[in-house]
Structure formats: C-alpha cells, structure tokens
C-alpha cells in the first residue's frame, strides 16, 4: 500500500479525534476539527478547477491557516511552493515564477506584498486570502471552506508524487527549488523520529520558526504523522517561548546557540517551571 502524508495525517485524526493537533498565537484545532478543515479546502480546491500537480504558491507566517493549506494539498497531490516571509519582494517574486507557480495562498498580514507578487508574475491568476477580509484581488479563503465539503478528498497518490518545493540558501547566486516528494519526506520523518525516539503521541513542540524553512516543516509534518501537539508562532520572543513551555508542557524544543543562549538570559531574569521538557535539539 502507497502511504502519502496526506493519509498519515487522516489516521491520526481517526486515532486521536478529540487531541490537541495544532495551536498558534490565536487559536487551537483537534484532530477531529483540523481535519474537517483540511477535507474542506482539499475538496475546496477541486472545485476551483486545481489539478493535481498544480503549483501553489503560500505566503504567510506559522498559522493554522498555514497548516490547514500544507495538508490539504497533500491530500489532493498539490505541490506547495513556501514563499520566505521574511524575503524581499524581489526573492518572492523569483520563487513563485521560477516554480511555475498558479495560485498565491497568502495570510492577511501580507495582502499588500501578495497583490505586488501578483502584478509582477504574469502567470499567478489566482489568489487567495487567509485570516481576515480579502482584498479586491483575492478570494476569501474561509468563504471557500463554508462552500465546502468535509468528505476525504478523493485522489489517486502514491509515494513518489512531488509534495513540495524548498529554497536553498543562495549564498552564491540566485536560490534553487528543491523538490520533495511523500517519498523523501516520510523517510526523513522516520529517520528523525528513530534517532530522536520523538516524537511520540504525547509529545508537544513549540515551534516558532517559520515553515518556509525545511527543518520546520518537516517537523511539523513529523508531528502530524505521530499524532502529536504542534504549536507554531508567528515570532520568536524568549519570553514567550519559556511561558509557552511551562503553560502548554511542552516536552521538546529545537534551537540553535543564539536561541539557547537568549532563552537561558530570559529564564535567569524569571524562572519557569521546564519540567515537562524531555528533550532540547
């Protein structure tokens, strides 16, 4: 049997219905509701005339609009390009039309970049608005869900399907897409999982690097596949970062030397109850 991340993510909310899936800085999903929300923009997008294969083309910071968006396109076999938030209008620009991108799925937060983007690349006809009231350019994205059905989408995917497509550094010149399929990201979620014997079910992540980035997103994807707790933010404060451990009991979290470092100073200054942690990457 082929397995795809967009089934992975259907077991775990007929495993873990009423769990926790997915929080960021507004709102929490269950499995049982993301789901329902993710059949809903899948189905969503058959009905926009989006075929399998299509590029899309996301511009926004960590949300559950934004996760809702990744799983629904895997469960339709769309590919899903994430365009860097953080970029210039320039980089943006180049990542949605050198992947042949069709469709700009953007949060509200970015309508003015998104209607730049749009002008500058003939070949985005449409687009879409998360998180708020749509502009005049764009559809709006939870008057599409209403429209919609919950039903599992219905699409014929096996595991070498192309899923994404990530941006490399371009430290020497112009970045360049990298395209991974179910295949590759499953087998990195198996790895992962098996050297860090995490995650399991119960674990929980705070996780406010943006999923533009690789290790994010497979991170994400990861916990998806375990049936565990995501919960993702638009910014990094180190503040907010050590509250989100001691309210939420988070059991694991990934930085670097800066955020260790930034952490620890916030931690001194106001110390927080980390028992919960399990493990720190």
Known sequence: MEVTLGESFS???????????????DRKATYRDMNRRVNRWAN?????????????????NNCIYLMEVYLGNLKRGLLTVPLDSRGTLDDVSYQAESTDCEVLVF????????????????????????????PGFAMDYDELLIRSTENEPKAELVEEDEAFIMFTGGTTGQPK????????LLWNIICVTSENQSPMPEDRIYYPMQMYHTAALSRFLAYMYAGATFIGSKTFDPDRYLD?????????IVGNPTIYRMLLKANKKRRRDTSSMKRWL
Do not use: N, W, Y
């Not at 077991?11 to 800085?25: H, L, V």
């Not at 399998?52 to 083309?57: D, E, L, N, Q, R």
């Not at 897409?177 to 590759?184: E, F, V």
């Open 11 to 25: 077991r775990s909310a007929r495993k873990f219905p009423d769990k926790i899936a997915c929080m960021d800085d």
């Open 44 to 60: 969503a997008t058959e009905g926009l005339g989006f075929k399998k294969g299509c590029h899309i083309a996301t511009l926004s």
């Open 107 to 134: 949060h509200q937060d970015f309508a003015e970049r998104a209607e730049q983007i749009m002008e500058r690349v003939p070949r985005l006809k449409t687009a879409i608005c998360m998180g708020g009231k749509a």
């Open 177 to 184: 897409g990298a395209i991974l399929t179910h295949k590759s």
């Open 244 to 252: 989100m451990v001691e309210q939420e009991r988070t059991t694991f």
